[in-house]
């Protein structure tokens, strides 16, 4: 019923769409030769992604819990961001980043005369103009809003953690009366810098945790001083969600893993017609399925939450367990075991440690200083205090050892009997071959000399063989 409620679509052309990017891909390769783009700033760039940029604040907050530091995280609301970008303002700071005249000229006739009209129950309402905001739908805004916001302030103590316009700031402290001070002052001179500009911080929306160690009875949320944006106050919580990633006080990641089990366990049930045993769809397919829609919901930025406690992860597992059951009708007395070995599945254990390697095998090479610190370190073993890298050195579980031995044994009988193949995954079984050569008339064995037997008499009883 709120107009503010709906956000407008541009409908451009095909040739529109391909010179926007055209023009996103000039305007992109000079933003990146010039170092114009924030280091903070991990949205829509290359090699960068929303799961390095929760790693990158999973890992200082850690990194904190070995000091018995508090830590506090402010995230912040833009309200509309994309819709209040101010056009002249735009044009300003490109010309001041000295951005080659053709592709200013470019963008501000590109966002110039433009102008919208609303549809009520098949009526076209008179034509309006738009005065501040980029497109939204274009591939351009994104970019545009980025070198928008280039100019952020920078604080001494206080960290930025930006993806476009979801924006967070953090420090840590001795206290959290010192870390609410500490954030209070960057927020006030983020916030001038936001009306200043004209884009608008929405406090309600807002949420700030406080990260530590001790247990919520041991401390009071209610006892750490407000955060106040124009004399607004942003609330306190337990919990937030940033990038997709639930962040709880004491990183536990138990929230966050409850969320993305019942996400993943409801997507499961709408496709039960496709992946219960009595459907007919291949084995193949229903596993390709699972691993396209199913599993990715679970393990999403699983490199920030592997190393948790084995019982959380187990939630997750018992998930997949219940999909190998289904998919294939095992009765009860199968073992999980051969269902891993039989249809080749790693355990999602196993899996999210071979994504956090993947992981850090890249980010050690990383263009961006920000993303190699974080994931350029040696885990302590002694430590209570466990950090996303410490899953590299665990142990492979009790499934994964089996399958390894299985396929070991497997690899040896195809080395020892070259004609031997393994029956692939989702395969119908081998039929004897028949042949038509040397099929006729049966031919009988030759027949066992006979004895004729007589009577004392003389007289013939019969044959004997």
Avoid at 281 to 288: A, F
Avoid at 320 to 349: C, S, Y
Wanted: hydrophobic share 35%.
């Amino acid at each position: 019923s709120e107009p503010s409620s709906y956000r407008p679509i541009s409908l451009l052309k095909g040739l529109g769409k391909i010179y926007e990017r055209i023009v996103l891909s000039r305007l992109r390769t000079f933003a990146e030769a010039n170092n114009l783009v924030p280091d903070a700033q991990f949205g829509f760039r290359a090699k960068h992604s929303c799961v390095q940029q929760v790693h990158r604040l999973v890992e200082y907050t850690s990194s904190q819990f070995i000091m018995n530091r508090y830590t506090g995280v402010l995230f912040l609301d833009v309200a509309k961001a994309f819709d209040k970008v101010w056009h002249e303002g735009l044009i300003y700071k490109l010309y001041l980043l000295k951005i080659p005249d053709y592709l200013i000229l470019i963008i501000h006739d590109y966002l110039s005369h433009r102008s919208f009209r609303y549809r009520v129950e098949g009526t076209l309402s008179t034509s309006h103009p738009i005065k501040a905001g980029v497109p939204q739908g274009s591939v351009l805004s994104p970019f545009l809003f980025t070198l928008y916001t280039s100019d952020m302030p920078k604080f001494n103590r206080v960290h930025k953690a930006l993806y476009a316009d979801d924006t967070a700031l953090f420090c840590a402290g001795r206290s959290p009366t010192t870390v609410a001070k500490t954030l209070q002052t960057a927020v006030t001179a983020l916030a001038n810098w936001f009306r200043k500009w004209r884009l608008e911080i929405n406090p309600e929306k807002s949420q700030a945790v406080m990260f530590t160690r001790r247990t919520p009875r041991s401390y009071s949320i209610d006892s750490i001083p407000s955060l106040k944006i124009f004399n607004k106050p942003v609330t306190w919580t337990r919990q937030a969600k940033y990038l997709g990633v639930t962040l709880d006080d004491r990183l536990s990641f138990a929230p966050h893993i409850k969320q993305v089990r019942a996400r993943a366990a409801f997507v499961m049930g709408r496709l039960y017609c496709l992946l219960n045993s009595r459907s007919r769809m291949p084995l193949s397919s229903k596993i390709r399925l699972y691993t396209t829609c199913i599993r990715p919901i679970m393990t999403y930025a699983s490199v920030v939450f592997a190393h948790v406690k084995p019982h959380r992860i187990h939630r997750l597992q018992t998930l997949q367990n219940r999909f190998m059951r289904r998919a294939t009708g095992a009765p009860w007395f199968i073992r999980n075991v051969d269902l891993h070995i039989d249809l080749e599945l790693p355990t999602i254990k196993q899996f999210m440690k071979r994504c956090s390697q993947s992981y850090f095998d890249s980010a050690m090479t990383h263009p961006n200083q920000l993303v190699v610190g974080a994931a350029s370190y040696r885990p302590s073993k002694i430590s209570s205090i466990r950090r996303p890298r410490h899953v590299l050195d665990e142990e492979d579980d009790n499934i994964t050892l089996a399958q390894q031995r299985a396929y070991t044994a497997r690899e040896a009988l195809t080395n020892k009997y070259p004609r031997f193949r393994p029956r692939r995954r989702g395969a119908k079984p081998r039929r004897a071959k028949v042949t038509t050569k040397n099929v006729g008339t049966p031919t009988l064995p030759p027949a066992t000399p006979q004895a004729e037997v007589r009577s004392p008499q003389g007289e013939p009883l019969g044959d004997v063989a």
